[in-house]
């Protein structure tokens, strides 16, 4: 899957499928601290995401980055 | 992940409500929370005409598309700020949402209409980047809410800002702050009221109510943002936040609630409108002969422009 990550934004490539509770843990990434967007929505934290998934880590706090 | 309201699938959990909505009943929840914050520290009576300050940042959008939907009258005000191509694209994302929603958009240009930007003004008057920026836009904010006829100015500082610069305050007992530390601030003479409609709102939140209403607002920070204080704050309660969800609405809600009215002594008097003059510039109240920002514009005006850079070394936006 390709997982872009933002301020700066960057590109990284996970192998499928995979849950967003072990993605986050494999960023070392809060999950109170960003959202998860694929296809303009929101990801639920339950979601499993299949290998030709693109996603977006945004980060949510004002001065952060993710 | 199952909607709390109607059992349909959930996009978002909010642990602090220890629940799960749709993307309809989130919507619906951050609306709620917004009026209810409104009502319950009586920032705004129906109908009144609100000045938002715009940024293009998230919270900013987010709170003008609310007060739009919540039946206020809301017209926005951006500041360019000339941070380089930040400025640029924080405008271009401000003035797209503005037509997109056929909403009324003031803007102010310091460098076209006060003959200045942020860095220059932080150069030359050897302020931080923030300090000059929050003093030009404190005054042109007020300005325009007055010579519009404006009822309030309302920005978007949600829960996670204001608990955080409350842990700053704390951490050093720092009681003048402290006792000024509310979400509405009351109009007096020659200043408008100020509201912060989102104090019942985290970050969490606003970003993902921005994705679920198509709000495209600008994701990249200022980079004039130094990696501050204010941000570790931030991560310090969170890591208590996560273990303990919940938390910074119980620190913050019951500051205001048990707390902040005994500070009230330490307010200084020139917080309380106790300007005795006004400026011989502008004419705002202030302690005596010129006002802070006609000091900054009369040294910053006309100044050669400086090229960005934090803390000394040249940065690229
Ligand atoms: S980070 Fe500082 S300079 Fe940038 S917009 Fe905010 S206050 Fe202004
Ligand atoms: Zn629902
Ligand atoms: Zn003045």
Redo the contacts with the bound molecule.
């Keep these: 899957m390709k997982v872009t990550l933002r301020n700066p934004t960057r590109e990284l490539e996970f192998p499928g499928p995979k849950s967003i509770v072990a993605l986050l843990q494999d960023l070392d990434l809060n999950r109170e601290s960003v959202l998860v967007i694929r296809g303009g929505t929101l990801v639920p934290g339950d979601a499993l995401l299949a290998d030709d998934d693109e996603v977006e880590i945004r980060p949510v706090i004002s ?1 952060g980055a993710a | 992940m199952k909607c709390q309201v109607c059992r349909g699938p959930a996009v978002i959990d909010v642990r602090r409500h220890n629940a799960n909505f749709c993307a309809e009943h989130f919507c619906k929840l951050v609306r709620d929370q917004t009026a209810k914050a409104i009502e319950e520290h009586e920032m705004l009576a129906p109908g009144d005409r609100v000045l938002v300050a715009v ?1 293009g940042g998230k919270d900013s959008l987010a709170l003008w598309d609310l007060l739009d939907e919540l039946g206020y009258e809301a017209d926005g005000l951006y500041l360019g ?1 000339g ?1 380089g191509g ?1 400025s640029d694209r924080s405008g271009a994302a401000v003035r797209a949402f503005a037509t997109r929603r056929g909403l009324t958009l003031h803007e102010v240009d310091l460098r076209a209409d006060h003959g200045y930007d ?1 860095p220059t003004a ?1 150069a030359v008057t050897r302020r ?7 003093l030009s ?1 404190r005054h042109l904010f007020d300005r325009a809410a007055l010579e519009g006829g404006y009822d309030a100015v309302a920005t978007g500082h949600n829960l996670d800002d204001e608990a955080a610069v409350l842990f700053g305050n704390t951490l050093r007992w720092q009681t003048e702050y402290l006792a000024r530390q509310h979400p509405v601030l009351p109009a007096r003479p020659g200043f408008p009221r100020k509201v912060k409609p989102l104090v019942r709102l985290g970050e969490r939140e606003m970003a993902a109510y921005c994705v679920l209403r198509g709000i495209d607002y600008i994701v990249e ?6 990696g501050n204080k204010h941000l570790g704050y931030k991560e310090a309660l969170n890591e208590i936040e996560a273990r303990s969800p919940g938390s910074k609405q119980a620190f913050y809600a019951g500051f205001l609630a048990r707390a902040v009215d005994r500070f009230a002594d330490a307010a200084p008097d020139h917080a309380e409108g106790g300007e005795t003059a006004s400026c011989d510039r502008c004419g705002v109240p202030t302690t005596s002969g010129t006002c802070a920002f006609c000091r900054l514009v009369e040294r910053a005006a006309g100044a050669q422009p400086v090229a960005l850079t934090r803390k000394g070394r040249p940065i690229d936006a």
């Design positions: 001065g | 940024s700020l941070i930040y942020v932080a931080s980047p923030c300090s000059a920026c929050g836009k920070e200022c980079p004039m943002a130094e």
